[in-house]
């Protein structure tokens, strides 16, 4: 079985069980056995959902680190490279994706980002310094990161051929 059959077999169990499980909507009316009212919230629509789209700026890196699973989930779900209302890619959205999943731990996604980033054919060179104004130092620091690694990578590769 290929990988992509095996997320595809996920995926449809995920599915499948979410169908069984469709938590009720919350309701101000008490149940007909009495029990209060359900504080489920309504089933989650995967059409709507903002899972499809990044949210800018991301979380910091103690955010994702804290529920990494979670998140890695969430990034995965992902149908689109920009946030909402932004119809085309740019080296920046590339850079928070990459950030996404290096603090995701996923490292097949990452590097998937970082192919897709150099087919993009962007130069290094028009990702913009983190912003001074964010107010996570920790986000700054690992964003700083990235386009250095992103230096030494190519030239490794350079050198190689």
């Known amino acids: 079985m290929t990988q992509h059959q095996g997320a595809l077999g996920r995926l449809l169990k995920k599915l499948v069980s979410r169908t069984k499980q469709q938590p ?13 009212p359900s504080t489920q919230p309504p089933p989650h629509d995967d059409v ?3 899972d499809l789209f990044p ?5 910091s890196p103690r955010a994702i680190l804290s529920r990494r699973a979670a ?6 779900r992902r149908r689109y490279r920009a946030p909402r209302g932004v ?4 080296p920046v959205f590339a850079l928070y994706r990459l950030y996404e999943w290096i603090m995701a731990g996923h490292t097949v996604n990452m ?4 192919e897709m980033f150099w087919w993009a054919r962007w130069p290094v060179a028009s990702i913009p310094d983190p912003d001074p104004d964010d107010p996570d130092p920790e986000r700054r620091a690992v964003l700083a990161c990235i386009p250095a ?12 051929e």
């Not at 009720?24 to 209060?36: L, Q």
């Not at 998140?71 to 995965?76: K, N």
């Not at 590097?111 to 970082?114: H, I, P, Q, W, Y």
């Open 55 to 59: 949210c800018w700026p991301p979380p």
């Open 149 to 160: 690694l992103l230096v030494e990578s190519f030239n490794e590769r350079v050198n190689r």
């Open 111 to 114: 590097r998937n980002e970082l």
């Open 48 to 50: 709507v959902s903002d």
């Open 87 to 90: 119809f085309e890619d740019t």
């Open 71 to 76: 998140y890695s989930d969430s990034l995965c």
């Open 24 to 36: 009720r909507a919350a309701t101000a009316e008490p149940e007909p056995s009495g029990a209060p």
